[in-house]
């Protein structure tokens, strides 16, 4: 037959035998065993092509390693000496019509002893990539021809096994691909565990560290009140006790231990807010007349600073729902910045307008000594005194900390925007009834 006479003599080794076996392991299907669903393609191969035997063998890199055997047994064999080698070698179907009287073979272990193969066609098992595994034979132990068509069904269950091979390979990525994403899922999980545990332990070191700033403020107030109290007693100096020099000291002393008390109060204030431990009486209220009693409130420290403050809101509708005393002190608050960080001569306004029919806003804007860029991230953090150095005007940087945590507790928000030497604008949106 001229398929027999194309072979090569020898037993040659594909060009690309390293990659060759490296798909082979890859199909994790040596030395596994006899496994039905490869039984029953060699048991389907006899029975259809009319052989006694059938067999898939896979080519290591120095043995046949038989998968799957029908008619005869043997499970292993010599590379070198093996028919199989030959289809590897060469990625091509292999006939032997008898093994006996062929040169090649006639002295090959299968031939000259059990089971005294003589007739042998093979088609190779090619993968998708072209690498040749190893073969789907049949064989006899008489001589044979091939009859018609045979070729053609062998190479298609040749085809057959390579499929299930495949089918495997990908089954176990599969697996892989599920496992790693169940691994993911878990270290997802373990990790948000992490996460809501450090949350929670810096909350609660928060909490700490409030409950601790309020102990501390309230231990130091009894005292400082007792000194400021004495101060007072001696300012009063009915009977003309002081020198001109010692009424000056206690001037001093007054002054100081109010500042140390006003830093004291915000102290505090600070603390019970970021405890959450200030309660919030909401309710809803028109904005307009709050406004005017703020305005009113400052007006001695207006005339003190040489500043206008002039109420734009007039007796607009709004009307917000919020805790009405902390609204008063929010806006306080931003009336005395815009004030305090202003200069001789200068303007502040305060108007309100309503945003989206959510949110009522109330603005504050100067013609004051604006805040830097470079410093206006951190406004909002407590004790940061901006510029204090350039201005030396007098605070305790906690009011914008406390007023931001309070608003953000009444379900509103606080931000600003600021040019340096020109002024600033702050507003507040609280919720609009
Ligand atoms: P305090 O006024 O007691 O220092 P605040 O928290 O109210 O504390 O303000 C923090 C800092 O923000 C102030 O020290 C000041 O530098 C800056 N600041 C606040 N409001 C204004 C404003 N309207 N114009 C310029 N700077 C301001």
């Known amino acids: 037959m001229s398929q027999d006479s194309q072979l090569p003599a020898g037993a040659p080794i594909p060009s690309d035998e390293e990659q060759r076996l490296c798909a082979l392991y890859e199909y994790q299907v040596l030395d ?43 499970t292993e064999a010599n590379r070198e000496s093996s028919l199989c080698t030959h289809v590897v070698g060469a990625g091509q179907p ?21 089971p005294y193969l003589r007739f042998y066609a093979a088609a190779p098992l090619l993968t998708p ?15 044979r021809r091939l009859g018609n068509g045979t070729l053609d069904v062998l190479q298609q269950l040749a085809a057959v096994v390579v499929d299930e091979l495949e089918l495997r390979a990908a089954n176990r990525r599969l697996h ?54 004495f101060a007072q007693v001696l300012e009063q ?27 004291i ?28 009693e703020s305005v009113h409130m400052l007006e001695a420290m207006a005339q003190e600073y040489d500043v206008t403050v002039l109420n734009k809101a007039g007796d607009a509708a709004q009307t917000v729902c919020a805790d009405r005393s902390r609204v008063l002190q929010l806006v306080q608050n931003l009336l005395t910045n815009a004030i305090k ?10 108007e309100v307008r ?49 007023a931001q945590r309070l608003v953000e507790q009444m379900g509103g928000q606080i931000s600003f925007s600021s040019e340096e030497g020109v002024g600033s604008v702050f507003w507040v949106d609280l919720p609009q009834a």
Do not use: M
């Not at 059938?54 to 043997?74: M, T």
């Not at 072209?130 to 132990?141: E, K, N, Q």
């Not at 953090?381 to 030396?392: A, D, I, K, V």
């Open 32 to 74: 596994t065993g006899p496994e039905e669903e490869f039984d029953r393609i060699t048991r389907l191969c006899a029975w259809l092509l009319g052989v006694p035997i059938s067999f898939i063998s896979l080519v290591d890199r120095d043995r046949l390693c038989v998968k799957s055997i029908y008619g005869a047994d043997f």
């Open 94 to 114: 292999l006939i032997v019509h008898d093994a006996s009287v062929d040169s090649r073979f006639k002295d090959a272990p299968v031939v000259t002893a059990e």
């Open 129 to 143: 990539e072209g690498y040749s595994l190893g073969t789907l034979c049949i064989a006899d132990r008489a001589p």
């Open 176 to 229: 892989a691909e599920q496992s790693s994403a169940h691994h993911k899922t878990l270290e997802l999980s373990r990790l948000q565990a992490e996460l809501s545990q450090a949350k929670e332990e810096a909350e609660q070191a928060n909490r700490a560290k409030s409950e601790f700033l309020a102990g501390i403020s309230h231990e130091l107030r009894t005292p400082l009140n007792a000194v400021l109290g």
């Open 237 to 263: 100096d009915t009977e003309g006790h002081l020198t001109a020099s010692q009424a000056r000291y206690v001037e001093q002393i007054l002054k100081g231990g109010r500042n140390l008390l006003n830093l």
């Open 265 to 292: 109060d915000e102290l505090l204030e600070l603390a019970r807010i970021e405890s959450s431990r200030v309660d919030l009486h909401e309710q809803c209220f028109e904005i307009a007349p709050l406004l005017s």
């Open 341 to 350: 960080y202003n200069r001789p001569g200068g303007w502040v306004t305060i």
């Open 354 to 402: 309503s945003v989206a029919s959510v949110w009522v806003r109330v603005v504050v804007s100067d013609s004051g000594i604006g805040i830097p860029v470079a410093r206006q991230r951190e406004l909002f953090h407590p004790f940061n005194r901006l510029g204090r150095e350039s201005t030396g005007i007098e605070g305790t940087g906690v009011g914008l900390a406390a």
